[in-house]
């Protein structure tokens, strides 16, 4: 099976996937929306798997992903904002980025303690802005 397009909001929606999800997948943010809990998804790079989604913001214009590499960097977690997300497959649990290991690898190091400062994304911004002009596609 081809995983679903991505289009934005996609997985908060599981009607607009094309299946159904199980009651206890759906998530209910801040604004009453309800939508699929991405958390515990499989993350998939352009060229393999690169760990699991430990937390996922669903705030508009500021979405993104939180990524567990288990053991693949040492155990360490990055940041990946929601416009590298390429689509989500829900029956596989797994949402495909355009980014390659070595990119997310080399991201800006995930700091909990300022993740949320507008300095840190600004800086997470600018670098996965930055591979869209400098890596070829």
């Known amino acids: 099976m081809q995983p679903t397009p991505f ?12 299946n159904a999800q199980p009651a206890d997948a759906d998530v209910v943010d801040e604004a009453g929306r309800i939508g699929v809990d991405l958390v515990g998804y499989k993350v998939e790079a352009t060229d393999g798997h690169i760990g699991s989604i430990d937390k996922a913001s669903y705030d508009v214009g500021n979405a993104h992903l939180v990524v567990d590499t288990g053991p693949w960097i040492f155990g360490s977690k990055v940041l990946l904002p929601a416009g590298t997300v390429q689509s989500v497959d829900h029956d596989e649990r797994k949402v495909y980025v355009d980014r390659t290991k070595d990119q997310i690898k080399d991201s800006p190091e995930y700091d909990k303690e300022t993740f ?14 930055g591979n869209y002009r400098d890596y070829p596609r």
């Open 7 to 18: 289009t934005p909001w996609s997985w908060r929606d599981p009607a607009l996937a094309g």
């Open 116 to 129: 949320e400062t507008e300095g840190y994304r600004d800086q997470v911004g600018d670098y996965y802005a």
